[in-house]
């Protein structure tokens, strides 16, 4: 027997109206970026929230009351939640190849929103899609009560949820660079586009920055062009270290963590702006050998380097950060102050701002005097993390039983 | 002890997981044209494949003393990790399944990929910038290694089924297999997601920033979302199904391998 074909746009929809409805969506959407020459941004409060209470009333209005309505049944069932998937996926495939918030692209990538995908229309459009169908599906689901339909509601729901509390709080975010230093408070930061944050209710002072380095590197460099010819090969300096840089034998034979240059010789001097510097014994495999001081100078005193021969020089790199650490002193308008030490992804939190390292006066290193620290604000992440813990819950749900397929159903 | 003392480990290794793929490929035509069983070899395979899996952690764990940091910074780092979980996984799948092609081909990657890290050693550093000395490092690599490996073991098994599928001869088995390890895989990636975002929040204040490397972890979890609601209902057109498993696994390679040769990939602030 054969199936009669159902005719295009009676219900129930499959996946040619699916798709067809994707399309459409995908054209409006570009038609709309093309028609209006502007960026889609996030709405901000209150038409956040306002936003928000409109998709989610329309998501429970179509449940409570169309339950049975076969569009409805269209829009939480696996057609629509295939082309949604679809749809989004082709969107972040296009991110994925084409510069994002670029100025050099195409005239065209940019009328049609493809050069700042996440702020265009028919990402919005797409967004929108995927919130109906995965807030009707959850609702649906809800319905029937079982151990599969919880994780089936912790994945659906959790993402839901962070797509949403996302969407909703990205323009609530409030996020500011401060240059605190110690001989006084700093009350205001800069956002991105470089405007003052006004008061932020708190003033922070350093109170004291300190670093730590890992043991700085030798390499060899070609002494015209500056390119690195022993890559792939990693000698740190540091007492007594030993080993081979391309066809050198290299000898620690004297390593000072802070030392000043003086003529051709480095001293042991603990004063802001000393540097790390070695004497080291570099043996050619001919057995010509060559030894002297490098070291990698600072902003106050120059450095040194080793003449391997007339192309090739022994050099030390600045040494790298291994940890950095702010204590810093928190004013509250209410009158408090807090000590607080603060560190990379070791954040603090205090009236609901969270505190960030984010970097310091690197030309100066671990002579810094001032450090720089990112207040960040964002009254929506609680969301955020409660629809990151169902998706976590629900992943965990998806390793242990794995797919139900058995071998019965083929 | 010496990086070139421990490096043994890995030889042995390459050599027991190389065997043992040998002797089961072997068997497995065997059976396929003569019908034979032959007990004593299989226990030898699995002794080696075991025995590698051993040798394979003491070099990392030696390693990790070495470096004195958990050895998961560099590419080189992570195509070690990805061999194990490679090797480890398909044992488990023949444990289960009993299916020789999938055990032969995984343990041959494996070992391929460690025999990539071993013609190209790659420097020891040891530093590790302050952003990726959190809690989160371990378990956000692990996890990801664990998805990529099993995602991978699909990949395999939908070109088993693409193939006598194409000499319509295909009995659909391999459709059993697949699904059980997109679904765990699918876990896997998305812990992997969520502990980034996780992280970045508490290392850059941030939870997602569209990074183009962040952006490619998006497109390869979509992916295999598609594939999951694909086989939801539509059991019947299992060849879709392994296409978009075999194309789902291309654009994991691109977000894991293929960054640097993307020109957004220039932009990254993932490194390696
Ligand atoms: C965290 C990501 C997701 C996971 C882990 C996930 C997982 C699943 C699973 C395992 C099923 C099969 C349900 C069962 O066996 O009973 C399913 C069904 C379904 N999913 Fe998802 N999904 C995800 C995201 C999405 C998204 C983004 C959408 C919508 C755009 C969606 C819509 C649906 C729909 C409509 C069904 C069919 C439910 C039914 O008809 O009962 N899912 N999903």
């Known amino acids: 027997m054969k199936k009669e074909k159902r005719p295009f746009w009676v219900f129930p929809w499959g996946y040619r109206e699916s798709f067809a409805v994707v399309i459409t969506v995908a054209i409006s959407g570009f038609a709309l970026s093309f028609i209006l020459q502007k960026e889609v941004s996030a709405p901000t409060w209150p038409n956040n929230i306002i936003t928000g209470v409109i998709l989610v009333a329309a998501i429970l209005l179509f449940h409570i009351f169309f339950p049975k309505h076969s569009f409805v049944k269209w829009l939480s069932g696996s057609y629509a939640a295939i082309s949604s998937i679809s749809f989004y996926l082709f969107l972040i495939i296009l991110m994925g190849f084409i510069p994002q918030n670029s100025n050099n692209s195409l005239e065209i990538l940019n009328g049609s929103g493809l050069s700042h995908i996440t702020s265009s229309h028919i990402f919005l459009f797409a967004q929108i899609y995927m919130f109906l169908v995965l807030g009707l599906v959850t609702l649906r689901r809800l319905e029937r009560f079982s151990t599969r339909n919880i994780f089936f509601f912790l994945n659906h729901f959790g993402l839901w949820l962070t797509l949403f509390a996302a969407g909703m709080g990205s323009s609530d975010i409030k996020r500011f660079t ?40 030798a390499f060899i460099i070609n002494a015209k062009t500056g390119d690195i010819m022993s890559e792939n090969q990693i000698f740190s300096l540091e007492k007594n270290a030993k080993g081979n840089l391309g066809e050198w034998q290299i000898a620690v034979k004297d390593f000072i963590e802070y030392g000043i240059g003086m003529g051709e010789k480095f001293h042991a001097v603990y004063d802001i702006g000393a540097a790390p510097a070695a004497y080291v014994e570099a043996k050619h495999s001919s057995g010509n050998i060559v030894e002297g001081w490098i070291s990698c100078g600072s902003f106050r005193f120059p450095g040194n380097f080793l003449e391997l021969s007339e192309e090739k020089l022994l050099i030390m790199a600045e040494p790298e950060a291994k940890s950095y ?35 310091y006066d690197e030309s100066k290193g671990k002579w810094s005097e001032i450090s720089i620290v990112e207040l960040v604000k964002d009254p929506w992440l609680w969301l955020v993390y409660a629809g990151l813990i169902m998706l976590i819950a629900g992943a965990v749900y998806l390793i242990i039983t794995g797919s139900r397929t058995k071998n019965s159903e083929l | 002890m010496k990086p070139d003392d421990f490096t043994i480990f890995a030889n042995i290794s390459l050599i027991s997981w190389g065997l043992s793929g040998i002797i089961m490929s072997i068997l497995f035509f065997r059976e396929v044209f003569a019908d034979k069983k032959h007990k004593f070899w299989v226990i030898v395979a699995h002794f080696l494949a075991i025995s590698g899996l051993i040798s394979i952690i003491i070099f990392v764990v030696e390693l990790w003393l070495l470096l004195d940091r958990p050895p998961m910074r560099t590419l080189g780092e992570t195509r070690l990790w990805y061999s194990i979980f490679l090797v480890l996984v398909s044992y488990l799948v023949y444990l289960k399944w009993k299916y020789k092609a999938l055990f032969v081909s995984g343990i041959m990657f494996g070992v391929l990929f460690l025999l990539i890290n071993m013609l190209h050693p790659e420097a020891l550093n040891k530093n590790l910038p302050p952003a990726l000395q959190s809690a989160w490092f371990i378990p956000h690599v692990v996890v990801y290694m664990i998805a990529y490996a099993l995602l991978g073991m699909s990949w395999l098994v939908a070109i088993f089924g693409l193939l006598p599928y194409f000499r319509k001869q295909w009995k659909g088995r391999e459709t059993v297999i697949a699904d059980n390890l997109v679904y765990i895989g699918f876990g896997f990636l998305t812990l992997g997601l969520v502990f980034g975002a996780l992280w970045a929040k508490e290392a850059w204040g941030n939870y997602w920033t569209w990074d183009p490397k962040e952006t490619w972890a998006m497109i390869t979890w979509f992916a295999y979302m598609l594939y999951i609601h694909y086989r939801f209902r539509h059991n019947k057109n299992k060849i879709t199904a392994l296409l978009i498993l075999f194309f789902a696994f291309i654009l994991l390679i691109i977000c894991w391998l293929g960054m640097q040769y993307l020109s957004v990939g220039a932009n990254s602030v993932h490194t390696y």
């Open chain 1, 178 to 217: 401060m240059e605190i230093n110690k001989n006084e408070p700093s009350f205001q930061g800069i956002n991105s586009k470089g405007e003052s944050s006004g008061d932020l209710g708190l003033a922070l002072q350093l109170e004291e920055f300190s670093i730590e380095h890992y043991s700085p590197k």
């Open chain 1, 325 to 359: 650490l702010s204590k810093i002193k928190i004013y509250t308008k209410e009158g408090e102050v807090y000590l607080a030490d603060l560190s990379v992804g070791r954040p603090v939190s205090i009236n609901g701002w969270k505190i960030y390292q984010i970097s």
